[in-house]
């Protein structure tokens, strides 16, 4: 049984940090893709974040120098680390796992997907 759990959000001021947690459990953890996403009101999900089974990430230019993207294995739990937020980052947060290499060349309709947790900024 796949299951994905979002933790960490809430109400946070412009300027300050927040962190997001994602524990996975069902899956080969360390072999997947992992994603944060989020999703607005009125707007699109959009893909802000993603690291390989190696490491490597990718970030929205949304995002980038802003958050962080990590995983602990040993733990099994994603990680989005969130600084310097302004209020455009409100939204509905959302991890995903997917099966494949590199995360730039999956398709997410068919990943693993938490249920979200809101951030307000």
């Known amino acids: 049984h796949v299951q994905l759990v979002e933790s960490g959000g809430g109400s946070v001021q412009a300027g300050g940090s927040l962190t997001l947690s994602c524990a996975v459990s069902g899956v080969g953890y360390s072999t997947y893709c992992l994603g944060w996403f989020r999703r607005a009101p009125g707007k699109r999900s959009e893909g802000i974040a993603a690291?390989?089974?190696?490491?490597?990430?990718r970030y929205a230019n949304s995002v980038k120098g802003r958050f962080t993207i990590s995983k602990d294995n040993s733990k099994n739990t994603l990680y989005l680390q969130m600084n310097s937020v302004k209020p455009e980052d409100t939204a509905m947060y959302y991890c995903?796992?997917?099966?494949?290499?590199?995360?730039?060349?999956?398709?997410?309709?068919?990943?693993?997907w938490g249920q979200g947790t809101q951030v307000t900024v």
């Open positions: 690291i390989d089974r190696d490491g490597s990430t």
């Open positions: 995903a796992a997917n099966r494949g290499y590199p995360c730039s060349r999956l398709r997410w309709d068919s990943a693993y």
